[in-house]
């Protein structure tokens, strides 16, 4: 028997009011630990995408300040210039933000010099190209015309995104670039599998087999250089002269379309269908009947 009265094994009415104070004491404590653990983990995922985004726009402000590369070799005037035996002529490359360096026609030699400004895309340029590679290749190979080429972008917006002016252009930089004795014959094959405005052109595989078609000399280099559109910062400043002018050893003063062909710097302005007219017209250009023939047979004009 106890001496502490019926209540004594119970706790009292106090008691019980203290314990649950300090039960929800506990529980309140336990809260506020969950409430900072919960911020912390938020406030550290916020700070990881803040980070994220942070490199993301730094990446993309540093690659749009990034000052260009240098151009391709061989193309110090922004083209590249084809001679006898579809033979490159050699040039330096030009350092970024250097001006081109026009080349200087030897008008002494009677040698037709043939420029073109071609957008891989321009179904015009793929018109004249058909219709006119046959007789320029005859007239370079054999040596009575040289001709420069020059690749600009002015059609990416064609390309449904895939920047094909651009990817295609600097293709071509690629080959002058490393393998400069196929160009002709690169050029050549670019126009013939030419694809149609508003598609997104070759992809970059299909290229790379172009390459390998033209026998070039450094398929490796120049797949790594299509991969990494290497010339691009080139190929668009390249576009930017052309279009702004003034073209050298000429009286035109920029590109205003695709192709723009001059002859000992003389626009043609014919048809872009007929080969005997343009054959024509270097004959009165070049003020030498004898030293520009017909070629044989004469190619097919496009439809």
Known sequence: MTNGGPDDSRLSKNQRREAAREKAKQLRE????????????????????????????????????????????NMASDGITIGTDFTAV??????????????????????VDIRMYVDYMCPFCGQFESTNNAQIGDWVKSGIATVEIHPLSILDRSSLGSKYSTRSANAAACVA???????????????????AEQTE???DDTLKDLVSQAGVTAQGDIDTCIDDTQFRGWVADATSRA?????????????TGTPTVLVNGQKYSGSLTDADAFSSFVLQVSGDESSTPTPTP??????
């Open 30 to 73: 336990e809260q506020r630990k969950k409430d900072i653990r919960n911020r912390v983990i938020l406030i550290s995922s916020l700070s990881v995408v803040v980070i994220a985004i942070v490199v993301g726009i730094t990446l993309v402000i540093t690659s749009t300040l990034k000052p260009a590369g240098p151009g391709p070799l």
């Open 90 to 111: 050699t040039t330096p490359a030009l350092a970024a933000g250097e001006d081109p360096v026009p080349t200087t026609p030897d008008t002494s030699s009677g040698v």
């Open 177 to 195: 670039n490393y393998s400069p004795d196929q160009f002709w014959a690169f050029n050549g094959l670019l126009f013939s599998n030419q694809p």
């Open 201 to 203: 052109g070759l992809d």
């Open 243 to 255: 279009l702004q002018g003034p073209l050298p050893n000429s009286d035109e003063k920029a590109v």
């Open 298 to 303: 004469t190619p097919t004009a496009a439809g």
